[in-house]
């Protein structure tokens, strides 16, 4: 039995895009490095009835999520879609980032992803269909988060990489990039983000996109 597997599920955009995965009654598994997330996590799909597994790794520690992701898969099955949603957010200017810091958010932002894809697109690509979306942010660099700007314009580069390695044998390598601070009931609210991971995962082939930027929900028009 498939599912999906989110990689980073804190309680905004990584619990919101498991819920959404489970309604369609996808075994889910959550990877998170704290094992207080990942019984929330769990504790939060308790409704859906599907097969939940939660499992503790750092995306940081190569061996440790490699392992899980083979845990995952021992259990449900290979995945159908995988999700890399983890993301270290700091506010950093270029005049206060030093290379140590920026090494520990690019492991986290870009290296986690990059370990993650190269663990499972392979098996994917042999069986000719797949879906490995990460998430984005910062659309444009913004100098009040320098780490998290060059990070998250690596990650954008790692989709194009993997699109060109993997997408001809029917792998769909995407990205949903979140333009503003993610809550619930805001123009950020994260159920309405979930809902383009299910519909990059859900679309037909001839079709597929790279990249969904989410600006936000408009506002409801006020009534006179």
């Known amino acids: 039995m498939s599912g999906a597997v989110i990689i980073g599920v804190g309680p905004g955009i990584g619990q919101a895009v498991a819920r959404r995965f489970a309604r369609e ?4 598994a959550v990877i998170a490095r704290g ?11 308790a409704f859906s009835g599907v ?16 392992d899980a992701l083979d845990a995952a898969a021992d259990r449900l099955g290979p995945p159908d879609v995988v999700v890399y949603n983890a993301a270290l957010v700091r506010a950093d200017r270029l ?12 492991a986290v932002n870009v290296a986690g992803a990059f370990t993650a894809a190269m663990h499972v697109l392979p098996a994917m690509a042999e069986r000719g269909a797949g879906t490995f979306v990460i998430t984005g942010g910062m659309p444009e660099p913004e100098r009040r988060y320098a780490s998290l700007s060059l990070g998250k314009t690596g990650v ?21 990039t979140v ?3 993610v809550g619930p009931g ?4 994260p159920d309405e983000i979930a809902e383009h991971y299910w519909r990059l995962h859900t679309q037909p082939r001839d079709r597929w996109e790279r990249e969904v930027l989410y600006s936000g929900r408009e506002p409801a028009a006020s009534e006179d």
Do not use: C, N
Not at 25 to 28: A, F, K, R, S
Not at 95 to 106: I, M, P, Q, S
């Open 25 to 28: 009654g996808l075994p889910i």
């Open 35 to 45: 094992e207080a997330t990942v019984r929330e996590a769990v504790d939060s799909l």
């Open 51 to 66: 097969p939940v597994e939660g499992l503790v790794a750092d995306a940081t520690d190569e061996d440790a999520l490699r």
């Open 95 to 106: 005049g206060e980032l030093t290379a140590k810091t920026l090494l520990d958010t690019w």
């Open 156 to 176: 954008r580069t790692l989709i194009a990489l993997l699109d060109q390695e993997y997408g001809s044998s029917g792998v769909h390598v995407a990205g949903v």
């Open 179 to 181: 333009g503003g601070v």
């Open 186 to 189: 805001t123009a950020f609210d």
